[in-house]
């Protein structure tokens, strides 16, 4: 079975920077993507920025894009997302997902909840201002 864990979430204060771990096992193929979402208190769940194994191609968002930034060590299979200059508003729990990319597929890796099969149990990030 895949497993995803998420971890590195803790409490900081605004202007700070966290840097998120997905450690994912159970992969049968080399080609995969790993997207990260968060989901704040009483809103719905949101992409925010994907990865995949094959090349580092990565897809954003867009509002986070020069704030949040992903990166993956295929050998450890494990994605990292660095949060810099964090916000309130960037408090909630943050999710990693992952999904089986077909070889030499040109397409950016989705950001949609629909997308991914594979998912973490949630790492709690809480900035506080």
């Known amino acids: 079975d895949v497993q995803l864990q998420a971890s590195g979430g803790g409490l900081v204060q605004v202007g700070g920077s966290l840097r998120l771990s997905c450690a994912a096992s159970?992969?049968?193929?080399?080609?995969?993507?790993i997207g990260w979402f968060r989901q704040a208190p009483g809103k719905g769940r949101e992409g925010i920025i994907c990865?995949?194994?094959?090349?580092?191609?990565?897809n954003y968002a867009g509002s986070e894009k020069g704030r949040f930034t992903i990166s993956i060590d295929t050998a450890k299979k494990t994605a990292y997302l660095q949060m810099n200059s964090l916000k309130p508003e960037d408090t909630a729990v943050y999710y990693c997902?992952?999904?089986?990319?077909?070889?030499?597929?040109?397409?950016?890796?989705?950001?949609?909840?629909?997308?991914?099969?594979?998912w973490g149990q949630g790492t709690q990030v809480t900035v506080s201002s």
């Open positions: 997902a992952a999904k089986y990319t077909a070889y030499l597929d040109p397409s950016p890796c989705g950001i949609e909840r629909y997308q991914y099969n594979y």
């Open positions: 159970g992969l049968s193929f080399d080609e995969y993507a």
């Open positions: 990865i995949k194994s094959e090349d580092g191609a990565t």
